[in-house]
């Protein structure tokens, strides 16, 4: 008789994960909405901000898509996420002056409250911690030809630290460019900076480029990567949060250099705990290395493992 095809039942844990995600996402769409729609004034830094707001959206769709395959990077990348949320949120319900309209109060709770459950749940959730150990598919060739399966990196396996401050580290190129684009629109009143924002623009997009290298060889445990990232994020504080005051005043310092700060400590503190790791044994260290996960009986789906 053909074998019937049977798929496996995931863990409540994770069906409760997803669903958290998916009211998280649906959350800071509503909040960001609320928020424009209460705000005493639309200009420009508003739109643009609100936008940015709307496109981290995706973010949260991207982090559904990794819990449903148990990778690994679902957790810092979840991590980051809700950090930068909370900030990104935070910082458009409180107006330039009076009180914060009462439904986006309401909705920033409801989102803060989601976003500290979705991190507990992915880092805290034993269930969860065990699952979210998968690779990336890749294309590879066997004797049967090419076909995508699961394949580790061929680096040493690295901490969960090492990945949350990877993706940390690649959010400083949106959240240099945000305060960027909305200084764009001051340029009418103070012409003379003109040639600092176009430098602005250009280190916002070349930094993506800067971090792409340094984690590379972080990633690889290469000598002075860890100094070349902290470094790094040393110069990019440096340079975005004067611009931010000078240009977008305090409110904007508040709004735009809070989300900014927030990721480089956070990218600060996942680099001390990733030294602090690495004179450790493996087996002793939370997420040192990525457990293997027990093999699967792939022959109750149907799948030839020959």
């Not at 109060?105 to 409801?110: K, M, R, T």
Request: glycine residues 8%.
């Amino acid at each position: 008789m053909p074998a019937v095809a049977t798929e496996t039942v995931r863990p409540r844990a994770l069906r409760v994960l997803t669903a958290l995600l998916v009211a998280t996402a649906v959350s800071t769409v509503v909040v960001e909405v609320l928020n424009y729609l209460y705000a005493p004034e639309h200009g420009f830094g508003l739109a643009v901000r609100t936008g940015w707001g709307l496109l981290r959206t995706l973010g949260w769709l991207l982090l559904i898509r990794q819990v449903r395959r148990d990778r690994a990077v679902a957790r810092p990348l979840g991590l980051i996420l809700a950090v930068t949320t909370v900030f990104a949120v935070g910082r458009l319900v409180v107006p330039r002056s009076g009180l914060p309209p009462l439904p986006g109060v309401l909705g920033f709770a409801v989102l803060l409250l989601l976003c500290v459950a979705v991190v507990v749940m992915l880092y805290r959730h034993p269930v969860v911690r065990e699952h979210l150990v998968r690779h990336p598919t890749k294309l590879v060739l066997t004797r049967e030809g090419l076909s995508l399966r699961e394949a580790a990196p061929r680096r040493a396996p690295v901490t969960g630290w090492l990945l949350t401050a990877r993706i940390a580290a690649f959010t400083y190129s949106p959240l240099m460019l945000v305060p960027c684009l909305i200084s764009f629109g001051q340029l009418r009143d103070r012409p003379e900076w003109l040639l600092a924002v176009l430098i602005w623009l250009g280190l916002g997009i070349g930094v993506s480029y800067a971090v792409l290298l340094g984690t590379f060889f972080l990633l690889r445990g290469k000598a002075g990567a860890r100094r070349y990232l902290g470094w790094l994020t040393v110069f990019v504080l440096a340079w975005d949060l004067p611009l931010c005051y000078f240009l977008l005043g305090v409110d904007g310092l508040i709004r735009d250099g809070a989300p900014l700060l927030a990721a480089a400590v956070l990218t600060w503190y996942a680099l001390y705990r990733a030294a602090r790791l690495d004179g450790r044994p493996a087996e002793d260290v939370d997420g040192a290395a990525q457990r293997p996960r027990a093999p699967v009986d792939n022959s109750a789906r149907g799948v030839d493992t020959a």
